[in-house]
């Protein structure tokens, strides 16, 4: 794999939506993993290295925030996007504090999630070679 390219874990249990983010990461030829649940993102971080994680907050096993405050331990400095139908700020509050960097609502504007992806990674900003 290019490390030029950025590597990103996708935990999201939906799998439309999986697919819709697969599809967007593809298209900006972005390498990424899927984990289906907070238990298996966590051990995908012991094993491999990413440069933005897109997080849900309804997992199985383990939920999005438990699942930040454990990659946290490990991974600092990663940057985190929570991508939710959960419309209670107060948990999504409680995910920035466990370490989220950013917040987007489902159902999302792709321009939106273009716009995380260049604050947050800077290999995305426009002008930069892929």
Do not use: C, W
Not at 60 to 88: Q, S, Y
Not at 99 to 126: H, M, N, T, W
Request: hydrophobic letters at 45%; proline letters at 6%.
């Amino acid at each position: 794999m290019d490390r030029q390219t950025p590597h990103m874990l996708i935990v999201e249990d939906n799998s439309a939506m999986q697919r819709l983010l697969a599809e967007f990461l593809q298209l900006k030829t972005y390498t990424f993993d899927i984990a289906e649940d907070g238990v298996q993102a966590f051990q995908q971080t012991l094993i491999r290295s990413y440069d933005l994680i897109f997080m849900d907050l309804q997992l199985p096993r383990m939920d999005g925030i438990d699942t930040i405050k454990a990659i946290r331990i490990n991974l600092p400095f990663v940057p985190i996007i929570v991508i939710t139908g959960v419309n209670d700020m107060r948990m999504i509050q409680r995910a920035r504090d466990s370490g989220a960097d950013a917040y987007l609502p489902k159902p999302f504007a792709v321009i939106d999630l273009e716009r995380l992806l260049q604050r947050l990674l800077p290999s995305a900003a426009p002008g930069k070679k892929q």
